[in-house]
């Protein structure tokens, strides 16, 4: 009975987190089925730091001002998932999932829950 009380007052949180993963994370290798310029440059550059070719801190930057630190982070999601598509875009995708909770519960905490709701959807 705890379960479904939990669902009940979190239903819209619930419901918003399901639509947030299922938009992020659905066929995230193969929708869109093609790397954009940016996308395979991060692979090139993580796959880089995999072999060992880079060695520059993770407080450094690469191309395009970019810190090393996000290319550090999908070297990890390669070593996960492979030389994939997945590989390449996992780590954005939870980003942007983690992104959205923290949206609602900013919104929470400051206004309401609908707000909050209203927030994380955007």
């Given at each position: 009975m705890k379960i479904f009380n939990f669902i009940k007052k979190n239903f819209f949180f619930l419901t918003l987190l399901l639509f947030a993963f299922i938009?992020?994370?659905y066929h995230?290798?193969?929708i869109p089925n093609y790397l954009s310029g940016d996308e395979s440059e991060i692979g090139i550059s993580a796959r880089r730091i995999?072999?060992?070719?880079?060695?520059?801190?993770?407080?450094?930057t690469g191309w395009y001002s970019i810190p090393n630190a996000y290319f550090y982070l999908i070297s990890l999601s390669l070593?996960?998932?492979?030389?994939?598509?997945?590989?390449i875009r996992?780590?954005?995708?939870?980003a942007s999932f983690l992104t959205v909770i923290f949206t609602y519960y900013f919104g929470k905490i400051l206004f309401d829950r609908q707000t909050g709701f209203a927030a994380g959807l955007i």
């Open positions: 938009l992020r994370f995230l290798d193969g995999i072999n060992g070719e880079v060695k520059a801190s993770i407080f450094e070593r996960m998932f492979g030389n994939t598509l997945l590989g996992f780590f954005s995708a939870l």
